[in-house]
């Protein structure tokens, strides 16, 4: 055989191997996802519950942004509070024979209100009518800009968001640090590890972490064909919002990115963790009044006192509610979102 057509012959067997091992890789990923979307995951286009499809007519459609409390960390997913609200949204619609009306929950764990523009911006083609912020935990501790599905190129390329990664990384933290939100939240303060997990569980971890670094590789080769999406949080220019300067700037930039498009934008105060959240909402609050004071399309809602977070039948660890709280935020939310709506 000439040295051309050995060429020829090896190029075409490396190319059919990567192609059996992308095959093996997506098949497993669409695998993983039907799994695991209905119980904890999130779906091939990266947020939680079913694939919306393109509006129907007369359809009105809600986006929730947030942190784990929003996307409903340790409850299923008909649990946590986007899709109890749009159960009550749909069932008062249904007795007032109006349009459907859809709730899609575009939260994503530790994440702050940084990320919420890129999300926007990530899903403009889903085409809201009303962005709702649940806002507050995920910044009290500094500077956070976390924006997780940024750091994948295969969704900023393709919109598809594979899960394998994912369930890797989420075992792992779970393996070393008892939980999964525990290992985000150590993560992005570089805090050392607390909970001390026995060696099997720390080999398992290190197993499971060098899978996800060659996952990270191989997105790296897809990377070369897009760009990071900018940074969108704006200048550091002051807000009058004291030591929550960051965090006020970020939710400013995304409210009035909503607010620009002729969409309405509800900032909701999740329920009081303690002094400290207290004051951050007070300012925030405040922020919003002078930035947007003549804005008619805003609506800030304060759940603070709603819930106490101390009652384990409403929230199981002090943070994270049960079936039970989620329906309460659910409730107090029915009528504001549908005085918009309306």
């Known amino acids: 055989m000439g040295w051309g057509r050995r060429l020829l012959f090896g190029c075409a067997a490396c190319g059919l191997s990567l192609a059996l091992i992308i095959g093996a890789l997506l098949g497993l990923d669409l695998y993983l996802h039907k799994r695991f979307e209905h119980v904890a995951g999130l779906n091939i286009r990266g ?14 459609r809600l986006v929730v942004l947030g942190g784990s409390t929003a996307l409903g960390y340790g409850v299923p997913p008909s649990d946590s509070f986007p899709i109890r609200l749009q159960e009550k949204l749909l069932a008062y619609r249904r007795q007032t024979h109006r349009g459907p009306v859809s709730v899609v929950n575009i939260a994503y764990n530790s994440e702050g209100a940084y990320a919420f523009i890129y999300n926007l ?9 009303v962005a709702l912020f649940y806002t507050g935990y995920n910044d009290l ?7 997780m599905r940024n750091q994948s190129p295969i969704f900023r390329l393709t919109g598809y968001y594979p ?21 985000y939240w150590a993560e992005r303060r570089g805090e050392p590890v607390v909970f001390r997990p026995n060696l099997a569980r720390r080999s398992a971890a290190s197993v499971l972490e060098a899978s996800v670094k060659m996952s990270h590789a191989l997105e790296q080769q897809l990377a070369r064909l897009t760009k990071d999406a900018p940074d969108q949080s704006g200048s550091s220019e002051e807000m009058g919002c004291e030591t929550w300067n960051h965090y006020c700037r970020s939710l400013y930039v995304a409210v009035d990115h909503v607010l620009h498009r002729g969409k309405w934008a509800v900032v909701v105060t999740e329920p009081y963790l303690g002094e400290g959240h207290r004051e951050q909402q007070r300012i925030m609050a405040a922020m919003l009044q002078r930035q947007f004071v003549a804005n008619p399309k805003l609506r800030y809602i304060n759940l603070g006192t709603l819930i106490d977070l101390k009652n384990p ?17 659910a409730e107090a939310l029915v009528q504001p979102i549908l005085d918009l709506l309306e």
């Open 163 to 183: 899960i394998l990664p994912l369930i890797f990384r989420e075992k792992a933290m779970a393996l070393r640090y008892g939980n999964v939100e525990a290992g």
């Open 313 to 329: 039948s409403l929230c199981y660890d002090g943070m994270h509610l049960t079936a039970q709280g989620n329906a309460r935020i």
């Open 121 to 129: 911006r990530f899903y403009d083609s889903l085409d809201y009518d």
């Open 141 to 147: 501790g500094g500077h956070n800009t976390t924006v």
């Open 47 to 60: 947020y939680r519950g079913p694939v919306v499809k393109r509006k129907q007519p007369g359809e009105q």
